[in-house]
């Protein structure tokens, strides 16, 4: 079975410090790993995804991610946080059967200027 | 090139009431989704279909019925709505091949008295 947990509601940073947003899975076969990023009253956004490869992935807005198959974690990472990043961010893994998506409850990035 | 469309973004609904949530998107994709979003819980699976003329159940499909109208719309159904269905409705759509990320329409805010 694939699950994913997001073991923080909230993430409380300051502008032009660095952030992490914690992601953990569980899958049976080889993790396909996204991070989407919601804004208030938006839909999901994508932002970047782990399909095989380097175990740093870049993607949108200045955002990556660290995939460490050993501690099965896909934490999402920002050198310089800005306030406008602030916003809730779902972790998610693909089944490996399906075309199936299994998303974790979600972390609120809280930037403060 | 609109992505991800959903009609209405608001409706509130009596108890045993029904109502049809529409989903239509314009990026060929072959697989449809329809999620609920509910605080603390991240997203939830009701439905989804891998592509034109099928459908499947995911996590939570209690109470919901889904329609593949054709390959571009996908509907969500509530055939006599109840408060536990008061929530923020998600369909999203992707191309299975490639391990492709899911484009999100910007939802439909439910409100069941």
């Known amino acids: 079975a694939q699950s994913v947990a997001q073991p923080e509601d909230q993430v409380n940073v300051a502008e032009g410090n660095p952030l992490t947003v914690k992601c953990t899975y569980s899958v049976s076969g080889n993790p396909y790993l996204f991070w989407y990023v919601?804004?208030?009253?938006?839909?999901l956004q994508f932002l970047l995804k782990y399909i095989t490869g380097d175990n740093l992935v870049k993607?949108?807005?200045?955002?990556?991610?660290e995939f460490n198959k050993s501690q099965t974690s896909f934490h999402l990472k920002k050198p310089s946080a800005l306030v406008s990043d602030s916003a809730l961010y779902f972790c998610a893994v693909r089944s490996n059967n399906f075309n199936k998506f299994y998303f974790g409850s979600g972390t609120k990035l809280n930037v403060k200027p | 090139n609109a992505g991800v469309t959903q009609t209405p973004k608001f409706q509130v609904l009596k108890t045993g009431q029904s109502?049809?949530?529409q989903c239509a998107q314009d990026m060929n994709h072959n697989s449809m989704y329809w999620y609920r979003q509910d605080p603390g819980m991240g997203l939830r699976l009701i439905y989804y279909s891998a592509s034109e003329g099928t459908t499947d159940k995911g996590e939570v499909p209690n109470g919901y019925n889904v329609s593949r109208l054709n390959k571009r719309?996908?509907?969500?159904r509530l055939e006599s709505a109840a408060p536990s269905q008061t929530s923020v409705y998600f369909c999203a759509s992707n191309s299975p091949r490639g391990y492709n990320e899911q484009f999100f329409g910007p939802g439909t805010r439910l409100t069941v008295l």
């Open chain 2, 19 to 21: 109502m049809t949530l």
């Open chain 1, 59 to 65: 993607g949108s807005y200045g955002f990556e991610a």
């Open chain 1, 38 to 43: 919601q804004y208030p009253n938006r839909g």
């Open chain 2, 73 to 76: 719309e996908f509907s969500l």
